[in-house]
């Protein structure tokens, strides 16, 4: 796979990237895209239906058992060598953020370290009712366990349809366009915002923008650099393209 020399040359040259990461960079770990279409039991359901606080008060079960199903996808998932190569990357550059949409830690189980997670993550919770972090000794799969402060429903800690992103986590990310030098966005449909916002923040701040995924989506033509190939395969072969075959 020839990896354009704008990117290699940049990619050795940078000292300032910043990477955002959507369900196509775990594609190839197995674990469905948020807008594949879901099967088995869960095909009868719109993810947006679910993943909503309104749905949650509805029938908070439902959506917990939602969420212990896709845990159980993750848990059964692996790192592929997109992830990895990220990892590769990060140790590579002075100042590197990784900022993802993706809830299913498996750019920390990659190795990565300074992952920005705009949505949350799967494996974490807190009290439905006074917002406060739950930590869980052990998961029910069938139905929400209770917050022991105030005795609210457990909520996974990831952001809803409606909710506002962490506002930590979206300042950190924003900061991170805002002074990189080269922008990668890797398997993101970019039709979330406000994340489909930061590769073209990155641009405007004048960064290098390079898109990488497996077919034209919203943000064709908007960046300087379109690469359509799965991630899994292009990640590593940009690193050996920039780094040599030591990466
Ligand atoms: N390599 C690269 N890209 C891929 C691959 C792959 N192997 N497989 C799929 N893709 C691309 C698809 O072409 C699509 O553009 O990944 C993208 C997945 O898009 P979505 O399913 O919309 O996931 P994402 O962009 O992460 O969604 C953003 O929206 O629904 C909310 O909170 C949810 O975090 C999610 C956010």
Redesign the pocket.
């Known amino acids: 796979m020839k990896i354009p020399d704008p990117l290699i040359e940049r990619l050795r040259r940078s000292q300032r990237v910043a990477v955002l990461t959507?369900?196509?960079?775990s594609?190839?770990s197995g674990v469905p895209?948020?807008?594949?279409a879901q099967t088995g039991l869960w095909a009868r359901y719109d993810?947006?239906e679910l993943?909503s606080p309104e749905a949650f008060r509805a029938n908070p079960t439902l959506v917990w058992q939602w969420y212990a199903y896709r845990r159980s996808l993750v848990e059964a998932a692996a790192p592929n060598p997109?992830h990895l190569a990220l990892a590769d990357l990060e140790r590579r550059i002075a100042d590197f953020t990784l900022i993802t949409?993706?809830?299913d830690d498996l750019h920390r189980r990659a190795g990565s370290r300074n992952v920005v997670e705009l949505?949350g993550n799967l494996f974490r919770y807190r009290c439905f009712d006074d917002d406060t972090p739950v930590e869980l000794v052990t998961v029910p799969q069938d139905a929400p366990p209770r917050c022991a402060r105030c005795g609210g429903l457990v909520r996974p800690d990831v952001?809803w349809f409606g909710e506002w992103l962490p506002p930590q986590a979206w300042r950190t990310a924003v900061a991170a366009a805002e002074r990189c030098d080269l922008f990668l966005c890797?398997?993101?449909?970019?039709?979330?915002r406000p994340?489909a916002d930061l590769p073209l923040i990155a641009r405007s701040a004048g960064a290098y923008t390079v898109e990488?995924?497996?077919?034209p989506?919203a943000l064709d033509g908007q960046l300087d650099l379109h690469l359509y190939a799965?991630?899994?395969q292009l990640l590593p072969a940009m690193m050996s393209a920039a780094f040599g075959d030591a990466a």
């Open positions: 959507g369900a196509g960079v594609a190839e895209t948020f807008r594949d993810p947006a993943a997109g949409q993706n809830v949505h952001v890797i398997g993101t449909s970019g039709v979330v994340a990488i995924n497996i077919a989506g799965p991630a899994g």
